[in-house]
């Protein structure tokens, strides 16, 4: 048994080795865009709008206006913040009504049947964050098809069924953050290593790519040591990346959490090692995982986009959608507080730079 | 055969054995060849990289999976007597959550580590009652508890975390005695709970009718009350590996942990305990649970894809199973 075993070590160790590829593990082999190091937004390949158009719709630009906005699901944390930013955005403009209501649950058939009621109640506008990309559609076209103005954010549908999608964040966007906020920590020239899902989660896959890209480019220096899986699962993460802090000691100056269940682990093995301030955690992360380690004073940054603002930026898209302000074929819509926000991928708007968690803020959030 | 002894000392008719001839027997146990892979783990793994074998690491490790040997502890029993729980990790991850809850809603702390432990016997000794005496297969009952216990926590919690604990919950992460709780707490179970089932007339009786329930019950030994006892017994470990689990982190993730119940059926089966009954120890499963760990850190000492810890895991699950055939031919106990 006992040199069966080694020998079942032995031909992993070798089929191990041979695994090893051009970019950090973990990453994918799509093409990638790095950011330009100072955030100037890279060159992007212009498309052609590829969203839906509300047929006919009563002129109110200018004119009080009222909005239904249906999450994927109400009463948590996160879209208890959309709704947030959704509520101050209408107050700012003066003009516009907005009520969110939806299903407890996420589910699709509930969402389809709130946005169906306001449809047939009769209503200028809907803001949604789709459950599932392609049931939402019907619905949603027929909104269109009866002058009904249609806004999505957070979670999209197909891009036809809606007029604009507010996406909270892009790989590079993200990418760009954490490897910025590890260099500004650590130093230039130490080493990390990255805690992920598995490798081919594909959200986790795309972002580790990105980061790759984005690192090589502007953070040349920085020295990656290697990537582990640690599944969604809170004990594995804290095993795994302790494992990583015993095997490599000084060299290790920071971790990278790839998902909300690996940073705020990482950030307890460092805390349990007694390593806080000698190795930084920098991660994608919701800030109630975070707090306690944020508040402790050992994690200082995490990646995240800011719901409140998410909301608040969708509110302002369907305005300008309605006073004619953002029309096919636009490149960027003025969305109050936000400043200007560009037009990517033919009929989205992005929400901006990724928002970063800290000390000061995140008392703010409950999500 | 019915009360044939812990590690194989089935027999037991040799008096007197050479010095010699008795290591190598217990080498051949299930027990000793997983000290010797545990050992020839950190010989192998050491050499390629010496900070395997640090005193930190090593803390890590018996940490790691501690409360997974607790809850295989009483997995163990329950296989011994011939049945087995599926529920167990969702089970772990309601009383974790319970724990939390209770400790965010303010009640004093040491009721915060009691009541999931209390609530966790009665669970699963009301389990161990409907398998007694509505007669359904442990396999079954089990696996309907693990639905309605996994379902049941998604809905209530939603997914939310339990974070802000009040300070003193983290028993876990305490160190009596210079010795980190759960492994604290892996060490002095696993000795009660060998020398229980080995000495204690109960501890027999689950041997007994895991091996052959008839013969139990004609000497003597009632079958239903046996299984609720097992059951109940099994509560107390989950109970406790419950509150390990939810005080090990400063935030708890109200889910059910993914594939908890394979590992802690794993540790007891690569521990030697028989999927047919009637076999086995915890010092096994406990050992088991270990190396489990031990193999899961050794992956990223030797920079191998985590990929292969599964596969590994599986191999090991086989190895046992077929050394276990093959001592149970040598013995002629193989029906």
């Known amino acids: ?367 | 055969m019915a009360l044939r002894g812990p590690s194989g000392a089935g027999g037991g008719t040799v008096a007197r054995r050479p010095g010699l001839a008795r290591i190598a027997r217990l080498l051949a146990s299930q027990e000793g060849m997983l000290l010797l892979a545990i050992l020839l783990l950190g010989a192998v793994v050491g050499a390629i990289n010496p900070r395997f074998l640090a005193e930190r690491n090593l803390q890590s490790i018996l940490l790691g999976n501690a409360y997974v040997a607790v809850a295989a502890i009483g997995m163990s029993m329950v296989i011994i007597c011939g049945h087995i729980d599926i529920s167990v990790g969702s089970l772990i991850g309601v009383l974790a959550t319970l724990s939390g809850t209770l400790a965010v809603a303010g009640l004093p702390i040491p009721l915060c580590w009691l009541l999931p432990i209390l609530l966790g016997v009665l669970i699963t000794t009301a389990m161990g009652a409907m398998i007694a005496f509505l007669r359904i297969p442990a396999i079954v009952l089990t696996l309907g508890m693990l639905s309605i216990l996994k379902g049941g926590l998604i809905s209530v919690t939603g997914g939310a975390w339990i974070s802000d604990l009040p300070r003193g919950y983290q028993i876990a992460q305490t160190a009596p005695l210079g010795v980190k709780m759960p492994v604290l707490c892996m060490l002095l179970l696993t000795a009660a709970a060998a020398a229980w089932m080995r000495y204690s007339a109960t501890g027999r009786s689950f041997y007994a009718v895991g091996g052959n329930a008839e013969a139990a019950e004609l000497s003597g030994i009632s079958r239903r009350r046996t299984t609720v006892l097992v059951f109940a017994v099994h509560g107390l470990f989950v109970g406790i590996a419950a509150v390990l689990y939810a005080t090990q982190l400063s935030v708890i993730q109200s889910s059910v942990p993914a594939n908890l119940e394979l590992t802690i059926i794993t540790a007891a089966v690569v521990g030697g305990v028989s999927i047919l009954g009637g076999a086995g120890t915890v010092l096994g499963a406990t050992l088991a649970a270990v190396l489990i760990a031990a193999i899961g850190s050794a992956l990223i000492f030797v920079d191998l894809s985590p990929y292969w810890f599964r596969a590994v895991q599986g191999v090991l699950i086989l190895l046992t199973v077929l050394a276990d055939l093959s001592r149970r031919r040598r013995r002629g106990t193989l029906p």
């Open chain 1, 1 to 367: 048994m006992i040199r069966t075993m080694t020998l079942a070590l032995g031909l992993a160790f070798c089929a191990g080795q041979a695994m090893a590829a051009d970019r950090w593990d973990g990453a994918d082999e799509l093409p990638v865009h790095p950011l330009a190091c100072d955030g100037a937004a890279g060159a992007a390949v212009a498309k052609p709008y590829d969203g839906g158009k509300a047929v006919n719709p009563p002129d109110k630009a200018g004119k009080p206006i009222t909005l239904i906005d249906v999450p994927k699901l109400i009463g948590i944390g996160y879209f208890n913040a959309t709704s947030k930013g959704i509520q101050l955005a209408a107050h700012e403009l003066g003009n516009v009504t907005a009520t969110t209501d939806g299903p407890t649950e996420a589910k699709i058939d509930e969402q389809i049947r709130f946005i169906d009621n306001a449809v047939t109640k009769g209503i200028d506008g809907v803001l949604f964050a789709a459950n599932d990309p392609v049931a939402i559609a019907p619905v949603l076209k027929k909104a269109l098809s009866k002058g009904i103005h249609v806004v999505g954010y957070d979670a999209n549908s197909t891009p036809d069924a809606r007029e604009w999608f507010v996406n909270q964040a892009e790989f590079n966007g993200i990418a760009k953050s954490m490897v910025d906020n590890m260099a500004r920590e650590v130093g230039e020239d130490k080493a990390f290593a990255i805690v992920t899902s598995t490798f081919t989660t594909p959200n986790q896959a795309r972002w580790i790519s990105e980061m790759w890209a984005y690192a090589q480019q502007c953070h040349p220096k920085l020295h990656w040591l290697e990537t582990v899986e640690a599944q969604e699962d809170n004990n594995l993460s804290f095993n795994q990346a302790t494992a990583l802090i015993n095997k490599h000691g000084e060299k290790l100056a920071g971790l990278f959490g790839m998902t909300s269940v690996a940073t705020p682990a990482s950030a307890e093995a460092v805390t349990q090692a007694k390593l806080c301030g000698k190795v930084a955690v920098v991660g994608l992360a919701t800030p109630n995982g975070m707090r306690p380690y944020v508040n402790s004073g050992c994690v200082k940054s995490v990646v995240l986009w800011n719901p409140v603002d998410l909301g608040y930026a969708a509110v302002y898209v369907m305005r300008a959608v309605v006073d004619g302000k953002l029309k096919p074929g636009a490149t960027e819509v003025s969305a109050g507080k936000l400043g200007m926000l560009r037009v990517v991928n033919g009929s989205e708007i992005l929400l901006g730079s990724p928002f970063v968690f800290t000390k000061a803020n995140i008392g703010e959030f409950d999500f």
